[in-house]
């Protein structure tokens, strides 16, 4: 029991992290507004718009009351039951946004979305093949890193149920899309943002 215990130890004392990509060696530890600081005291104005953000600004005293208040309740369940906060969050983005006769996929991460966006979409209208610019991201899911022709995340371009096209230009785009044969995966600028089209 005692060496279970120190070699547990041992392994939680030397586990590095994965190295993803590499860091800015920064290390940022508070954050209020539209501004971080690190852990010098140095501020930054926080431009930041990539993935697992909340367009909120940080510490929104709003924002901090309710995720606390509903956390000191209850932090998570599974969705194999009832969850009628879920439906509030429907109900208010339909009338939002206007598409209230909609469903709403509650899911953790864009590469979660897209994956699912993908094959939802290749089950609506039997398409094999997908467009995606060159040298987008969309996440890090199998068929996110499937329909993304970047070399640096792909290294083993072989999409299983779909066939790359890339596109450069809107009049390549206009043309693939119109020949009937793609679904078509655009992620903007902002790494957390796509937009599946189908037809």
Known sequence: MIAALNYSFLILNYMKLFDVYPLFDVNIVKGKGCHVWDDKGQEYLDLYGGHAVISIGHAHPHYVETISKQ?????????????????????????????????????????????????????????????????????????????????????NPKVPISEIGTATSGITVARQLWSERYTTIITSIRASNSVLYTS
């Open 71 to 155: 956390v000191a309740t209850l932090g998570f369940y599974s969705n194999s039951v009832i969850n009628k906060l879920q439906q509030e969050v429907a109900d208010r983005l339909g009338a939002i946004s206007g598409y209230d006769d909609y469903q709403l996929f509650l899911i953790n991460s864009g590469a979660e979305a897209n994956e699912n966006a993908l094959k939802l979409a290749s089950f609506y209208n039997g398409r094999t093949r997908v467009i995606s610019f060159a040298k987008a991201f969309h996440g890090r899911t199998s068929l996110a890193v499937e329909v993304s022709e970047n070399p640096k995340i792909n290294m």
